[in-house]
């Protein structure tokens, strides 16, 4: 049975570097797919609610094209709304970390053929103060760097690396007080689980300072930057990252290796919790998906396990 009403096509032509032309995508997509969609142009502040409402008149889902802000607010408006409809993540930005996540095409033509072809996976709404957020946040160095990030005039890898360039010569680490509900250990069922939990070791206790500190729902930060291996959208768990700051000598042997999927590296620590109050020696800065948050010295994070939904295609790992 054929929909009658069109799935909106939601884009934000100030994502990435900009002069997003909605009408080039649209021209690189078969008819079948064109008349399927219905394009939104859509800039801050950014008002979800008739494209919502669209998505749902056609069944969804509702397609996002933009950066991970864009689709941050996007997550938002949803999550107000008990998520009716699953998100679709076009990349558009200068990191698409979330897209990278959920192993959906680059391409913006190839993601929103794929998606529309693609199933819906329920994943885990993570909370900064009870404001969701859908793949990360976090606050020190990485939260410094989305600010001055966001603030400055360029976009890219280029502008995102000098930014971090200049802000790891003075950003220095702070205290943290951690009043967290850590993942219980599994029981090892088996000789061959006790040989491997004996093997991996004890989970790294919570830190008491960082340099750079993250909460993860999916494993990318964005521009290949595997912030937090191993990060699951469907364990109704967080993975806490805190990474140390690394030496002259460290940025060129240590750092590269937090862009390998695989890649093992001194200065990252990683662990697991249900919720955690965390207390600073110091009200700084935050980020959730990217976006700049208002600066704090105390948060609390949370997951609602099952409480999301994005559309994703047959790469993604999860569902």
Excluded: K
Aim: glycine share 12%; proline share 10%; with cysteine.
């Amino acid at each position: 049975m054929r929909l009658t009403e069109a799935v909106p096509l939601v884009f934000n032509p100030g994502s990435g570097r900009g002069g997003m032309d909605v009408d080039a995508l649209l021209a690189r997509l078969p008819a079948e797919y064109r008349e399927r969609l219905r394009p939104v142009r859509l800039e801050p502040p950014f008002d979800y609610t008739p494209s919502i409402d669209q998505a749902l008149a056609a069944g969804g889902p509702l397609l996002v094209w933009g950066g991970d802000g864009t689709i941050h607010h996007a997550g938002r408006a949803l999550a107000l709304r008990g998520c009716p409809v699953a998100l679709g993540a076009i990349p558009g930005g200068s990191g698409n970390g979330l897209c990278r996540g959920l192993r959906t095409p680059l391409d913006p033509a190839g993601a929103v053929m794929r998606l529309l072809e693609g199933r819906p996976l329920v994943m885990d709404l993570a909370r900064l103060d009870g404001e969701p957020f859908l793949n990360l946040a976090g606050t020190g160095f990485e939260a410094e760097v989305s600010a001055v990030f966001s603030a400055g005039q360029g976009r890219g890898f280029r502008s995102y690396a000098e930014a971090s360039l200049r802000l790891w010569r003075r950003h220095r680490d702070v205290g943290l007080r951690w009043d967290a509900v850590p993942v219980p250990a599994p029981e090892p069922l088996s000789r061959m689980d006790r040989l491997r939990a004996a093997w991996q070791g004890p989970q790294d206790e919570l830190p008491a300072t960082a340099w750079s500190l993250c909460f993860a729902n999916l494993p990318q930060y964005g521009s290949g930057l595997w912030i937090a291996p191993g990060a699951d959208p469907t364990d109704g768990v967080l993975d806490w990252v805190r990474l140390r700051r690394p030496g002259p000598c460290e940025l060129v042997t240590q750092v590269p290796q937090l862009f390998r999927e695989g890649g093992r590296t001194r200065l990252r620590r990683q662990g697991r919790i249900l919720s955690a109050a965390l207390r600073l020696d110091a009200a700084l800065p935050w980020h959730m998906d990217g976006e700049p948050a208002p600066p704090r010295d105390r948060a609390e994070l949370t997951v609602e396990p099952g409480a999301f939904r994005m559309q994703v295609t047959s790469e993604c790992p999860w569902g």
